[in-house]
């Protein structure tokens, strides 16, 4: 049962700190989005990828995040440094390039900057 | 800003009721129009997705009807179950599902009273 893996799946850190979430998308996926969740917000995208370019990242505030595909095997975000308002759920999904429309959501990461 | 507007909030049903959640679109290039379950705790997965050629999809007890004059489409659940207490989320995606960010309404959590 192909699944998008992320970790950690729980982080809690102080402000200013640096955090990396790390996502494996489904084998053979060629499209990444990271997407926040927020009870303030909903979800809203932060990046995605296709074939391991960047090709929209304008939901991320550029001077603290960055998201990378190091390769087609693992995405990564990460915020530094980072602040109280980051407090979010953060998933990655996946999306396959033919054979379906659907979108595969990891299970998520919690972070909880105090 | 394209948006996706979702209605109602929240939405208590009785088991064997009909749970009825609105979205309203404004952007007439989105092509894709999902709808996504999730359960606390978990990723958003996939429920029944539409296309706009098309006016209405059933699959089981859920049903998407969709209104392309109004940019308005609903999802249905019959024979609502406890089992299906969760929240919803409507979206839209101009570049089909797997290869474009979708864009979600702001979610409804439904609660199916035994």
């Known amino acids: 049962d192909a699944r998008v893996t992320q970790t950690p799946r729980h982080k809690v850190t102080e402000m200013g700190q640096e955090v990396t979430m790390r996502c494996q998308p489904i084998?053979?996926?060629?499209?990444v989005f990271w997407y926040r969740q927020t009870m303030m917000q909903g979800l809203e995208l932060l990046a995605y990828f296709r074939n391991r370019a960047p090709l929209d990242d304008s939901g991320m505030p550029k001077d603290r995040f960055s998201a990378e595909m190091p390769d087609a095997t693992l995405a990564t975000l990460k915020i530094q440094p980072s602040e109280p308002r980051d407090s979010a759920v953060y998933f990655c999904?996946?999306?396959?390039?033919?054979?379906?429309?659907?979108?595969?959501f990891g299970p998520g990461t919690r972070l909880t900057v105090l | 800003q394209q948006q996706v507007k979702q209605s109602p909030q929240s939405l208590i049903v009785q088991k064997g009721g009909i749970s009825i959640i609105n979205c309203a679109y404004e952007?007439?290039?989105?092509?894709?129009f999902p709808w996504y379950q999730q359960f606390p705790g978990k990723g958003p997965a996939l429920l029944i997705a539409i296309r706009p050629d098309v006016s209405e999809k059933k699959e089981g007890r859920f049903t998407i009807s969709f209104n392309k004059s109004a940019k308005q489409f609903s999802l249905h659940i019959m024979d609502s179950q406890p089992g299906d207490s969760a929240t919803y989320f409507c979206?839209?995606?101009?570049?089909?599902?797997?290869?474009?960010?979708?864009?979600f309404g702001k979610g409804t959590k439904l609660s199916v009273k035994p």
């Open positions: 979206a839209a995606s101009m570049y089909g599902g797997s290869q474009g960010n979708l864009i």
């Open positions: 999904a996946s999306g396959p390039r033919t054979g379906s429309d659907t979108q595969y």
């Open positions: 084998l053979g996926h060629n499209t």
């Open positions: 952007n007439t290039a989105f092509d894709y």
